[in-house]
């Protein structure tokens, strides 16, 4: 009995449960996005919480796949534009240093439904010199996005 139950558990496990799995074929379609812009005031020691910056932003996107490529329609030009989301939202934090700042990055993509997804976009920049600390942000872009239909 035990046995079966390992078995059955590490099924679930190493096949997932799909539901949550994401492709850039789940974005074909028509989309309409509600984007909200936070801030992140300095306190001399950290970050503090992120506050509302701007009113919300609606935008719509659409995208096509062909040829095994996801591309997006550029709202300015109408032309289609190659992209993955799924490259691009990769949950991963990328770091740049320079002699003069430090700044952290990170994209992530999350599916709520076949019909919703939240992209977020996190910047973090410390500059070096504690003179201009004032300057130092760390802004936050979230689009929640519903399929139209």
Known sequence: MKKIFLV????????????KRVSDE????EWSCKVTYYASDWSGNGFEEFKKKY???YV??????????????NLKT?????????ETYDNKTKQEETD????????S????SNDKFILTYVRETITKDI???SSNNKIKEEANCTRMK
């Open 78 to 86: 109408g032309h289609w534009d190659k992209e993955s989301l799924v």
């Open 55 to 57: 009113n919300d932003e």
């Open 8 to 19: 059955a558990f590490l099924g679930i496990i190493l096949s997932g449960c799909g539901e």
């Open 109 to 112: 993509l999350q599916k709520e």
């Open 131 to 133: 003179e201009y600390s």
């Open 26 to 29: 789940m974005f074909v379609g």
């Open 60 to 73: 719509l996107m659409s995208f096509k796949y062909e040829n095994n490529s996801l591309y997006s329609k």
């Open 100 to 107: 003069y700042f430090f700044s952290k990055k990170t994209r």
